[in-house]
T-cell receptor, first 110, second 115 residues
Framework: EDKVVQSPLSLVVHEGDTVTLNCSYEVTNFRSLLWYKQEKKAPTFLFMLTSSGIEKKSGRLSSILDKKELFSILNITATQTGDSAVYLCAVVNTGNQFYFGTGTSLTVIP | ETGVTQSPTHLIKTRGQQVTLRCSSQSGHNTVSWYQQALGQGPQFIFQYYREEENGRGNFPPRFSGLQFPNYSSELNVNALELDDSALYLC??????????????FGPGTRLTVT
């Protein structure tokens, strides 16, 4: 059965800390892996990763994919209270089916 | 905020009834995907429409059906509602499936409660 597993389920850190969120997957016919941030309702797109070993970076956020070991990590450096959200990982297969993990709930304390 | 809109915002239905949810995609996007998100869970993929045709489907029964219109807006229909159908229903629009770009833009969702 195709699945995406995220860890940890929740995380509480202080402002300024660095966090690493994990996403492992078992999806047949992998096409892409995507990261989203969900604060209230609509998830917002962060990164799409297709190739192994190439880091995507946007400000304090970065992500990398390992297609051999079937996982991805999302790093957030110098965390701020505005980073508090649920971070979702999703994998798309070549049949255009999306598989989401349950998310990691991040809380950043001032 | 994205240009994706959904209606209604909230809906309460009784078990056994039918419901139609609507989504207007962002301008220039020809692909719409629908998701069901239960409380505390990640979104579950229902199906995707590309240029008015179903282009991928998750593990949902046939009572979940959809449509995409020539203007790329979309509807999700659920028949014979069950209590477990209570969830947030999200739609997301994106550009051509052949481009490999899956930068989906999500709408605010419709909260469906089945009693």
């Amino acid at each position: 059965e195709d699945k995406v597993v995220q860890s940890p389920l929740s995380l509480v850190v202080h402002e300024g800390d660095t966090v690493t969120l994990n996403c492992s997957y078992e999806v047949t016919n992998f096409r892409s892996l995507l990261w989203y941030k969900q604060e209230k309702k609509a998830p917002t797109f962060l990164f799409m990763l297709t190739s192994s070993g190439i880091e995507k970076k946007s400000g304090r956020l970065s992500s990398i994919l390992d297609k051999k070991e079937l996982f991805s990590i999302l790093n957030i450096t110098a965390t701020q209270t505005g980073d508090s959200a649920v971070y979702l990982c999703a994998v798309v297969n070549t049949g255009n089916q999306f598989y989401f993990g349950t998310g990691t709930s991040l809380t950043v304390i001032p | 905020e994205t240009g994706v809109t959904q209606s209604p915002t909230h809906l309460i239905k009784t078990r056994g009834q039918q419901v139609t949810l609507r989504c207007s995609s962002q301008s220039g996007h020809n692909t719409v995907s629908w998701y069901q998100q239960a409380l505390g869970q990640g979104p579950q993929f229902i199906f995707q429409y590309y240029r008015e045709e179903e282009n991928g489907r998750g593990n949902f029964p046939p009572r979940f059906s959809g449509l995409q219109f020539p203007n790329y807006s979309s509807e999700l229909n659920v028949n014979a509602l069950e209590l477990d159908d209570s969830a947030l229903y999200l739609c997301a629009s994106s550009t051509s499936r052949t481009s490999g770009i899956y930068e989906q833009y999500f709408g605010p969702g419709t909260r469906l409660t089945v009693t």
